[in-house]
Structure formats: C-alpha cells, structure tokens
C-alpha cells in the first residue's frame, strides 16, 4: 500500500514564501510523475506544476514565481512558492501517478492574507 502525504502549509502574507513538502511512501516500484494541484472554496481543483523525468510544467498563473522538484531518493516532491498572492489562497493536494494508479495526499491548507 503507498501513502501521499503533504506538509508545508500555512498562513503567509502576500508577498511572502512557502514550502510544500510531497512524500510517499509503501510500495513504491516506479514513480512516473509528482504533481501539485489546488482547489479553493467553490472553485474547481486546478494542476499547478507537475514534474515527470525532469520534466516540468507550470499554470501560467505561477510561471516564475513557483518551483517543482523531485527527490527520487526519497521519493519526495517540493513545491517551493515565492512571491505568494491572496489569490493563491487553496487547499494544496500531491498527486503521484505509479504506472496506471494515481494517488492523492490529504491536502495542505495555504492562505495568503494580510
């Protein structure tokens, strides 16, 4: 059985920076991708950066203020978030794809305010 478990979240005032932390656990053969996703109140859940191979991807809305990075070793993704907005206020989730499974954390809350 893999667990997905985040941490890292939290209160920030706008402008400030936060580190998510993605780690799984269990049985664990191969790790295809690691991805982060957000959903805020009455809002749709939305990717916000994926990492797979060294390969990454970003929504435009966090395009140079965001960074996904992956330790294989640990099997542990980051999410480090710089220059963070209010509307950047969600709950955060971890997403690991293991060939044709796809789990998800619990979610971490992050709130930008003042």
């Known amino acids: 059985q893999v667990q997905v478990v985040e941490s890292g979240g939290g209160l920030v005032q706008p402008g400030g920076s936060l580190r998510l932390s993605c780690a799984a656990s269990?049985?664990?053969?191969?790790?295809?991708?690691m991805g982060w996703y957000r959903q805020a109140p009455g809002k749709q859940r939305e990717l916000v950066a994926s990492?797979?191979?060294?390969?990454?991807i970003y929504a435009d809305s966090v395009k140079g203020r965001f960074t996904i990075s992956r330790d294989n070793a640990k099997n542990t993704a980051y999410l480090q978030m710089n220059s963070l907005k209010p509307e950047d206020t969600a709950v955060y989730y971890c997403?690991?794809?293991?060939?044709?499974?796809?789990?998800w954390g619990q979610g971490t809350q992050v709130t930008v305010s003042s």
């Open positions: 269990g049985s664990i053969y191969n790790i295809y991708a």
């Open positions: 990492i797979s191979g060294g390969r990454t």
């Open positions: 997403n690991v794809v293991l060939g044709v499974r796809a789990l």
